[in-house]
């Protein structure tokens, strides 16, 4: 299976700055990985899938890029709610696959 | 935009089965090239895909499961359920339902937590 490897673990960020999380599949997910956005006691929620289209409602300061082994997700000027745990996914190949999830909070 | 909604035995025992079921409203469980998956998430660890079930029955499980995974869908009841057999303390997570497309989780439930105890 494809191991997914996000970094940092954990960012911290100042609100109003950018964020930029890196995610490292260990063999190529073409375009096929989407980010999600979880929070304390919530569902993860699809922010971006095909690597940099953005998800029904989500803002335009969330952008994914990257493709084959190699993806970021940055999120300019960041606001309050940002403050979450992001996870990368690829869904490339069968069974589909998680990183271990980058922390992002408030510096 | 559906919603999903788990149900089932929060609290299993050591070597039984786990069994839940996932109602579905919003939308047509037979519309679209969509299917119904199912994900956990145990205490302090990332997200596993366990497994996803297509609207003419035909399903995949994750083989780190060793083939414990069944799934069903009931279209007549907008709903699709899983049973983990042979459960152990490393089972315990919040299981979440998800209406996947393609392997992109769109919409998933609230979770449910399922607690494996003797």
């Known amino acids: 299976e494809i191991v997914m490897t996000q970094s940092p673990a954990t960012l911290s960020v100042s609100p109003g700055e950018r964020a930029t999380l890196s995610c490292r599949a260990s063999q190529s997910a073409s375009s096929n990985l989407a980010w999600y956005q979880q929070k304390p006691g919530q569902a993860p929620r699809l922010l971006i899938y095909g690597a940099s289209a953005r998800a029904t409602g989500i803002p335009a300061r969330f952008s994914g890029s990257g493709s084959g082994t190699e993806f970021t997700l940055s999120i300019s000027s960041l606001q309050s709610e940002d403050f979450a745990v992001y996870y990368c996914q690829q869904n490339n190949n069968w069974p589909y696959t998680f990183g271990q999830g980058t922390k992002l909070e408030i510096k | 935009q559906f919603q999903l909604q788990e149900s089932g035995s929060g609290l299993v025992k050591p070597s039984q089965t786990l069994s839940l079921t996932c109602a579905v409203s919003?939308?047509?469980?037979?519309?679209?090239?969509?299917?119904w998956s199912w994900i956990r998430q145990s205490p302090g660890k990332a997200l596993e895909w366990l497994g996803r079930i297509f609207v003419n029955g035909i399903s995949d499980s994750n083989p780190s499961l060793k083939s414990r995974v069944t799934m069903s869908v009931d279209m007549s009841k907008d709903q699709f359920s899983l049973k983990l057999t042979s459960v152990t303390a490393a089972d315990t997570a919040v299981y979440y339902c998800?209406?996947?497309?393609?392997?992109?989780?769109?919409?998933w439930g609230q979770g449910t937590l399922v607690t494996v105890s003797s």
């Open positions: 998800v209406r996947d497309s393609s392997g992109i989780a769109e919409d």
């Open positions: 919003g939308g047509s469980m037979n519309s679209g090239s969509r299917s």
